[in-house]
C-alpha cells in the first residue's frame, strides 16, 4: 500500500515537490521560530538567575558648616566647608509597603573581632611588634622639654620612653616638635615629663613650611598625632562624647599618672593599636552578593561553597574566609574559626581600615567615651563554608573594595547587640547600605518611590545591564513569537491544502481501493502514508536548517545590545565577571526543540490527514463515484 | 451451480425531501458460467442491486448469500478482494497507475509477490486483447475501449467467480460495445464466472443468458 501511495505522488512530481518545499519552508520558518522562542526563555531564565538588582541608600547632607582652622603658613585662621547631617535617618523608614525587596535596606556595620591565634599579615608569619609606629611614622612617648617653652615654633624635646612605636633607632635622644596648626600651644615645662601622641610630619619640608616660616635648619619635625577622646556613638548614630579631653594630644606624666582616668585612658588607647594589628574585619550581610565585591565580580567562591538563603536567613554561624586569610593559617571549608567581636562600625567599610592591599591595619583610637576599651560584645565559633578569592578592584578607592583577612557572616548570626560598642557611625551611605530588589522591578521600585519615597534619601539601583539585557531577549521573544506565528499558519495552511489535494480529492482513488476490497484502515493508511513520508522529509529538512539558522538569527538580534553595549564603561568589565561563560552556551539551541517542532508538525499532518481521509471513507464507493459523475 | 442469491432484499434511502425505496423486495440467484443481464429504467434501483450484490452495501432486510453463505455475516472487504468485482460504465482505472499497474493491484492486495504479480497481470492484459506497449500506458494516454479492457482485466485479478458491470459499455462505441460484451460472455463462459451486467442497452442485454427487468425497484420479469 505504501509503495502504491507513494507511487501515485511522484507520478505529480511538481505537486509533491511543492509540497515538500512549502512543508520545508514552513518547518523551518516553525522550527526557528521555536528555537529563538526556546533560547530567548531559556536564556532569561538563566540570567534571571545570574543577575541580581541591588540598591544602595544615600543619606544626603542637610547642609554644608564652614569650620575654621589654622593656617600655619598665613598664621591667620582659614576655612573649609563641611558637610553636615541631621538626626541620621534610620533604616526602617525604606519599609515601603509595595516595595519588590529580596533583601530589605540594612544599615550594615563592619566588625572588627580579636585574632590573636591567628596569622593576619601577608608578608610576615607573625606580627613583630618592633614595627609598630615605624611604618606610619607615628608614636606615643614620654618627652622632656629641655628648657620651657611653648611649640609654636619648632623646638626640642628630650626622648625618654617609647608607649608605642619604636624609635630610639632613629631618634637617638631628642626630636623636634611643633604644635603647628594650634594659634595657641600650650607652654611645656622643663624637667616635666609629658606622654603625647606625635608622627613625623614629613610634608612640613616637602611644602616648604618650614623654610617660609625661616627654620631652614631645623628637619624632621613631629606633629600632634591624635587627641585622647574616645569615639563612641549610640544606636541611633548620636555621638556620646567626653569634650573634656578634645584636641588633647599631650598629658603631664606625674608620680601614679597611669592610674588616674587619665593615665588609664592613655594605656587603653595604646592597647588599642596593638589589639588593632592582632584584628579582622567580620562582615555581617543578608546575602554574600549584596557585597560590592561579589557584586562586581571582584571576588568569588574558590574553595567549598557559598553561604545558603536559609543559612542567612537563620543566621547560621557559618562564614566566608578571604584565601589569603585562609591560606595563611591553613584553614579550609569545614573548619572552625573563633570571632571575639568587640567593636562595630557604622562610618565606612572594612576596607578603609583593612586595606586589601596594605601590610598593615590603620590603627585607630578603640576607646569608649570614658576612655575603656572596647570588650568582646559577641564571640562565637563559626563553620568555614567556603574561601573566597579576591581578584580585583581592590585599589578602586571607590569603598565597595573587599578589606584583608576579610570574614563574611550571616548578618542574623550575631545574636548579642553591639549598642554599647559602636566605634564608628555615618548615615546611611553606599558602602553601608545595600538591598535587593526583584530582577526587572527598577520601573516599579521608582514608581512606589515617587510616590511614597523619603525626603533626605538618595537611591540608586543597580541591576548590572539587566534591563537591557531582558529588552533585547524581548525583541528576540517578539520576532520569534511572529516566527512561530507564521510558522504555524504556514503549517496549517499548506497541510490543510495538500490533505485536500491528495486525499479529498482523491475520490476514484478511494472507492476504487473500497471495490476491490480494501479494508478502511487500509485505505486510510494508503492515503496518509505517502503524504506523512513527504512530510517528514520536509520537516526534517526545514527543521535543521532552522536550527542551523537560529544561532546566526540570535545573534543578529541581540547584535550590539548582548551584553557588552548594556553597561556603563565603569561596569563593564564587572559585567563580565558577573555572567557566567555558560550563560553564553545557552543560546545554542536543544536538540528537544527541533524534534518537537517536527513531531508537531507531523502530528498535525497525520491529524489533519485522518480527518480529511474520515470524510471519504464514510461513503460508499458507489456513491463516491456517483459524486465525482455529479462533479 | 449457484453462486449468488437474493432473497427479499429491499433498500431505501432518504433524499432532503423523500424517501425513495431504490430496490423493493428482490428475490433473484446467479448460477456460475452465465451471463446476466440486468435491464430497466434509469432511476430503476439497477445499481443499488448491483451495490448490494458486489457487497459495497448491505440491503436493509431481506438477505444475501454467497455460495450459501449470509453476505451480511461475512467480511464484505475479504468478498469484494477475492470473489467479487465490479467494472463501472466510466472505466475507473486508478489514474496516476499504469495499465499494468491497475491490474496488478488486486493481485498484491492479495500478497502476491511483485514479479509472479506483473507476469499474472500482464497474460490478464494480453488475454482482454490488448498488446504489450498498453502495460506502461497511464488511463488517459487509453482509448475507452481500451480502458474498459484494463477494467475487466483488474476485475479478472481479482480471481474470484462473479463479475459484476455497472454500463460496462455505456461510454463506447459500437465496435467497442461488441468487443467489450464478447469478452465479459467469453469470460462467464470460459472462466465460469456469473456475470451481471447493468445496462440499458437492448443490444448488449440481448446477448446475455438472462435478463433479469426491473421497475420501480422490482423484478418484474426474468427472461
Known amino acids: 500500500m505504501l509503495r502504491n501511495s507513494i507511487r501515485q505522488m511522484l507520478r505529480t512530481p511538481v505537486r509533491t515537490a511543492a509540497f515538500l518545499t512549502l512543508t520545508g519552508i514552513s518547518a523551518l520558518i516553525l522550527s526557528l521560530g521555536a528555537n529563538l522562542f526556546y533560547i530567548s526563555k531559556k536564556t532569561e531564565d538563566a540570567t534571571k538567575n545570574s543577575f541580581t538588582t541591588i540598591g544602595m541608600v544615600n543619606q544626603s547632607p542637610s547642609g554644608v558648616s564652614m569650620e575654621k582652622y589654622w593656617d600655619p603658613e598665613t598664621q591667620g585662621y582659614a576655612a573649609y566647608s563641611r558637610e553636615q547631617y541631621d538626626t541620621p535617618i534610620p533604616d526602617s523608614v525604606l519599609d515601603i509597603e509595595g516595595m519588590p525587596y529580596i533583601h530589605k535596606p540594612k544599615h550594615q556595620p563592619f566588625y572588627a573581632a580579636y585574632a590573636k591565634d591567628y596569622i593576619v599579615r601577608n608578608t610576615h608569619s607573625e606580627v613583630d611588634e618592633s614595627w609598630w609606629g615605624i611604618g606610619s611614622d607615628s608614636i606615643i612617648a614620654e618627652m622632656e622639654p629641655f628648657e620651657d617653652c611653648v611649640p609654636d615654633h619648632p623646638v626640642k624635646l628630650h626622648f625618654k620612653k617609647s608607649l608605642y612605636g619604636n624609635i630610639t633607632e632613629r631618634m637617638l635622644n631628642q626630636i623636634w616638635f611643633w604644635d603647628y596648626e594650634n594659634p595657641s600651644p600650650e607652654p611645656l615645662k622643663a624637667g616635666k615629663t609629658y606622654i603625647m601622641a606625635l608622627y613625623m610630619n614629613s610634608s612640613l619640608e616637602y611644602n616648604g613650611l618650614l623654610e617660609k616660616r625661616g627654620f631652614e635648619d631645623v628637619s624632621a619635625v613631629w606633629t600632634p598625632w591624635i587627641d585622647i577622646q574616645g569615639s563612641q556613638y549610640k544606636a541611633d548614630g548620636s555621638p556620646v562624647t567626653d569634650e573634656k579631653y578634645e584636641g588633647v594630644f599631650f598629658s603631664e606624666v606625674t608620680d601614679g599618672f597611669y592610674a588616674t582616668p587619665e593615665g588609664k585612658r592613655w594605656l587603653n588607647i595604646i592597647d588599642g593599636f596593638k589589639i588593632t594589628d592582632y584584628s579582622i574585619p567580620v562582615t555581617p550581610t543578608d546575602a554574600t552578593k549584596l557585597l560590592m565585591y561579589f557584586y562586581n565580580g571582584n571576588a568569588g567562591i574558590s574553595q567549598g561553597r557559598d553561604i545558603t538563603t536559609s543559612e542567612y536567613a537563620d543566621g547560621a554561624k557559618v562564614c566566608l574566609v578571604d584565601s589569603k586569610f585562609a591560606a595563611n593559617n591553613q584553614l579550609n571549608p569545614g573548619d572552625t574559626l573563633r570571632l571575639p567581636l568587640f567593636y562595630a562600625d557604622y562610618s565606612a567599610p572594612a576596607c578603609r581600615f583593612y586595606p586589601f592591599w596594605a601590610e598593615q591595619t590603620l590603627t585607630e583610637k578603640l576607646i569608649d567615651a570614658i576612655g575603656n576599651r572596647y570588650e568582646v560584645f559577641d564571640d562565637s565559633e563559626y563553620t568555614i563554608a567556603g574561601i573566597y578569592q579576591v581578584t580585583g578592584g581592590v585599589q578602586d578607592y571607590t569603598g565597595f573594595e573587599a578589606p584583608k583577612n576579610g570574614i563574611i557572616i550571616p548578618a542574623a548570626s550575631v545574636r548579642s547587640s553591639d549598642e554599647n560598642n559602636i566605634r564608628g557611625y555615618m548615615p546611611m551611605k553606599n558602602s553601608n547600605t545595600v538591598f535587593q530588589i526583584e530582577n526587572g522591578t527598577m520601573d516599579k521600585f521608582w514608581e512606589i518611590w515617587d510616590e511614597k519615597g523619603v525626603d533626605g534619601l538618595e537611591i540608586t539601583l543597580q541591576d548590572n545591564g539587566y534591563s537591557e539585557l531582558m529588552q533585547s531577549f524581548q525583541n528576540t521573544r517578539k520576532m520569534s513569537v511572529i516566527l512561530l506565528g507564521a510558522g504555524i499558519g504556514a503549517v496549517l495552511l499548506i497541510l490543510l491544502f495538500f490533505c485536500h489535494m491528495f486525499v479529498t480529492k482523491q475520490k476514484i482513488r478511494t472507492a476504487l481501493e473500497r471495490s476491490l476490497g480494501v479494508s478502511r484502515h487500509k485505505c486510510r493508511i494508503s492515503l496518509i502514508s505517502g503524504i506523512l513520508l513527504i512530510v517528514m522529509i520536509g520537516v526534517i529538512i526545514g527543521t535543521v536548517i532552522g536550527a542551523l539558522f537560529t544561532d546566526r538569527v540570535a545573534a543578529q538580534l541581540n547584535n550590539g545590545t548582548k551584553y557588552s553595549g548594556a553597561y556603563s564603561a565603569n561596569q563593564s568589565a564587572a559585567a563580565e565577571n558577573v555572567l557566567p561563560d555558560d550563560l553564553l552556551d545557552k543560546s545554542h539551541i536543544d536538540l528537544i526543540i527541533p524534534l518537537l517542532t517536527g513531531a508537531a508538525v507531523f502530528a498535525a499532518s497525520f491529524v489533519s490527514a485522518l480527518l480529511m481521509t474520515e470524510k471519504n471513507l464514510k461513503k460508499e464507493p458507489l456513491k463516491l463515484l456517483s459524486e465525482i459523475k455529479k462533479e | ?223
Do not use: W
Open chain 2, 1 to 223: 451451480m449457484t453462486i449468488l442469491k437474493a432473497e427479499h432484499i429491499s433498500y431505501s434511502y432518504r433524499t432532503k425531501y423523500q424517501t425513495i425505496e431504490a430496490v423493493r423486495d428482490v428475490s433473484c440467484k446467479f448460477d456460475a458460467g452465465k451471463m446476466y443481464a440486468v435491464t430497466g429504467e434509469s432511476g430503476s434501483g439497477k445499481s443499488t442491486l448491483l451495490s448490494m450484490l458486489a457487497g459495497l452495501d448491505l440491503p436493509q432486510s431481506g438477505r444475501i448469500y454467497v455460495q450459501g453463505k449470509d453476505l451480511a455475516a461475512m467480511d464484505r472487504d475479504r468478498y469484494r478482494r477475492e470473489q467479487a468485482s465490479v467494472v463501472y460504465q466510466a472505466f475507473h482505472l486508478f489514474p496516476l497507475l499504469t495499465a499494468l499497474e491497475n491490474v496488478m493491484f488486486p493481485l498484491e492486495l492479495k500478497k502476491v509477490k511483485k514479479k509472479a504479480a506483473a507476469e499474472q497481470a500482464k497474460e490478464l492484459i494480453r488475454q482482454v486483447g490488448l498488446s504489450e506497449k498498453t502495460f506502461r500506458q497511464f488511463p488517459q494516454m487509453m482509448s475507452g475501449g481500451e480502458q474498459q479492457r484494463v477494467a475487466i482485466a483488474r476485475a479478472l485479478a481479482c480471481g474470484g467467480n462473479l463479475l459484476l458491470a455497472d454500463e460496462p459499455t455505456g461510454n463506447l462505441d459500437t465496435e467497442n460495445e461488441q468487443h467489450i460484451v464478447k469478452l465479459l460472455c467469453q469470460q462467464s463462459r470460459e472462466r465460469n464466472y456469473a456475470v451481471i451486467v447493468i445496462t440499458h442497452n437492448p443490444e448488449v442485454a440481448r446477448q446475455a443468458d438472462i435478463i433479469l427487468k426491473m421497475r420501480d425497484g422490482r423484478l418484474v420479469d426474468a427472461c
